[in-house]
């Protein structure tokens, strides 16, 4: 599942050349959606305050559905390769008998 993940999440940040542009001489490097200056956080923002992707949309009309899908579906990727790795990592400590806190990391639920 890991490797699956892992393929995935590799090439569909390959594409995301077609969705983000990170040039150093536009807003200090930082990645903004294509033919846009719109800063990628800047949809992190909007959602992390509870705005609905229409509002988003509605705020920054140069940025498509599209480019809004790919970037949410490679943060996703990347969060779930992110968790398989800490869970294959606490399995395998715990495996070999070595203590391992995972449950920070982790929640496992039954």
Not at 2 to 25: F, H, M, N, T, Y
Not at 75 to 101: I, K, P
């Amino acid at each position: 599942m890991a490797a699956i993940l892992e393929c995935k999440a590799q090439a569909v940040s390959r594409r995301l050349g077609e969705w983000i542009d990170q040039d150093p001489q536009r807003l200090g490097g930082e990645p903004v959606f294509r033919g846009t200056r719109v800063p990628v956080k800047s949809l992190f923002d909007h959602l992390s305050a509870g705005d609905s992707l229409e509002v988003f949309l509605d705020d920054f009309p140069g940025v498509t559905r599209e480019q809004i899908r790919a970037v949410l579906e490679v943060a996703r990727l990347h969060l779930l390769e992110e968790v398989q790795s800490r869970w294959m990592f606490c399995s395998t400590t715990a495996s070999r008998g070595a203590s391992a806190d995972c449950s920070r990391d982790i929640e496992h639920k039954s």
